[in-house]
C-alpha cells in the first residue's frame, strides 16, 4: 500500500506518519512545502527508513504534483496541506486562497489526469477538512454531515470552498474522493500559536495567558491520534463520494480549557514564586467574527465505520502536557524561528 500525503511535516500530518509506522506493507510519500508551520524535524527518524520519501514542493505548482503522483503511483492520497489559522487568514487572506483552494484544485486535477492513465481501481482521495466551514452554532446542536455550510473567516471561507471542490469532482466526474469535517485537534507537535500549546508554554514561561473576550467559546476537542485511527478506516473502508464528520465529543469553553492546563500545571511543574498559572490569564479583545460553539455529532462514522474516539479530553490534554514538557527543545526552537532559519540556510 503506498499513502501520498500531503503537509506531512505539519502537525496532524507528522502524527498521522507516526500513526502509519506500526503498520505492516505502507510507504508513505510525503509532499510538503515547509512552510513556517511545517517541521522536518518532527520526522527525523523517517530519513534512513526505505519505506518513506520526501518531496519538497508546493501543491500550487500544478506540473510538479502530477510528475510527483505519476512517478509513485499511490494507492491514496491524504490533503493535509492548508493554511489553517484564523488569526492569520483575517491579517492576510492570500496564501488562504492559494494554498487551499487552488492547492486543492491541482491535487484533484493531478490526480484526476493520473488516473485516466493509471489502472490503479483502488485509488481513494481523502480531502481533510474543517467543522468551521459549518459556521457558529448557538447553545446547543451539532454539526451533522448534512449541514449547510456557513464560513465566517478567511480560512473556513477557503476550506469550504475546497470541500466544495472535492464534492464536485466526485458528482461531475466520479472521482473517488471522500471528504472528512474535523473539530479542534490537540496533541503532540502541534505549532505553538495553537490555544493548547500556546497556553502550555506560555505557563512554562510565566507568561501572560491571551484569551479572547470572555473565554466562553466553545469548541469541540480531538486529540490528535483518534484523528489519526479515523483516517485510517477512512482510507481502508470508506466509499468514495461519502463526508464524514469527525469529533471527540468534549465540549469546553477557551477559558475552561485553559484553567485545566493550569490546574495540571500546579502539579506538574509549580511556578517558582508558589502563585497559580490561573494568575496569569490575560482577558484580550476579540478577534472579528469570532464563532461561538462548535460540536460534531460523528455518529455516522461510528455507525458506518466502528470509529470512536479513544481518549476522553482528560486523558488526552495530560498527555499533551507531557509531551510539551519533555520536548521543550522543540518548541523552543519553533519559537526561535531557529527550524526555519536551517531550512533557509541562515544558521
Given at each position: ?18 500513526y ?21 524535524s ?55 486562497i492559494?494554498?487551499n483552494?487552488i ?36 447553545s ?11 464560513p ?10 475546497s470541500?466544495?471542490?472535492a ?10 474522493v ?16 495553537k ?6 508554554a506560555?505557563?512554562?514561561d ?40 469527525i ?13 485545566t ?8 511543574k ?28 460523528s ?6 465505520l ?28 519553533i ?13
Open positions: 500500500m503506498k499513502i501520498l500525503i500531503t503537509g506531512g511535516c505539519g502537525f496532524i500530518g507528522s502524527n498521522f506518519i507516526h502509519l509506522s506500526s503498520k505492516d506493507n505502507i510507504k508513505i510519500i510525503n509532499i510538503d512545502n515547509l512552510t513556517y508551520a511545517s517541521n522536518p518532527n520526522l527525523a527518524n523517517f530519513n534512513e527508513s526505505d519505506k518513506y520519501y520526501f518531496v519538497e514542493a508546493d501543491i500550487c505548482d500544478y506540473d510538479k504534483i502530477l510528475s510527483v503522483i505519476c512517478k509513485y503511483s499511490p494507492d491514496f492520497l491524504v490533503n493535509f496541506a492548508a493554511e489553517s489559522h484564523v488569526d492569520r487568514s483575517i491579517d492576510d487572506p492570500n496564501a488562504f492559494y494554498s483552494i492547492g486543492t484544485y491541482n491535487l484533484l486535477s493531478a490526480s484526476r489526469a493520473y488516473l485516466k492513465n493509471s489502472n490503479n481501481h483502488k485509488f481513494k482521495f481523502i480531502h481533510i477538512s474543517t467543522d468551521e466551514v459549518f459556521g457558529s452554532l448557538g446547543s446542536g451539532f454539526f451533522s454531515e448534512n449541514s449547510s455550510y456557513a465566517t473567516s478567511p480560512y473556513s471561507a477557503s476550506k469550504a470552498s470541500d466544495h471542490l464534492k464536485a469532482w466526485f458528482h461531475t466526474y466520479d472521482f473517488p471522500i471528504v472528512s469535517n474535523c473539530s479542534n485537534n490537540y496533541g503532540p507537535y502541534q505549532f505553538p500559536e490555544l493548547i500549546p500556546l497556553i502550555i506560555n505557563c512554562i510565566e507568561k501572560p495567558l491571551p484569551i479572547y473576550g470572555n473565554g466562553l467559546n466553545i469548541r469541540d476537542w480531538l486529540y490528535v491520534e483518534d484523528h489519526c485511527d479515523a483516517i485510517f478506516k477512512l482510507l481502508t473502508n470508506a466509499s468514495p463520494g461519502e463526508t464524514y464528520n469529533g471527540g465529543n468534549n465540549e469546553k469553553s477557551n477559558l475552561e480549557i485553559v484553567k492546563i493550569c490546574r495540571i500545571l500546579d502539579n506538574k509549580p511556578r517558582k514564586n508558589n502563585k497559580l498559572y490561573e494568575e496569569l490569564i490575560d482577558f484580550v479583545d476579540d478577534r472579528p467574527g469570532h464563532d461561538y460553539r462548535y460540536a460534531i455529532d455518529s455516522k462514522i461510528k455507525n458506518d466502528g470509529w470512536i474516539p479513544n481518549e476522553t479530553f482528560e486523558s488526552g490534554i495530560k498527555k499533551t502536557i507531557d509531551w510539551y514538557l519533555n520536548n521543550e527543545e522543540w518548541w523552543r526552537k519559537q526561535q524561528g531557529i527550524y526555519s532559519q536551517e531550512r533557509l540556510g541562515k544558521l
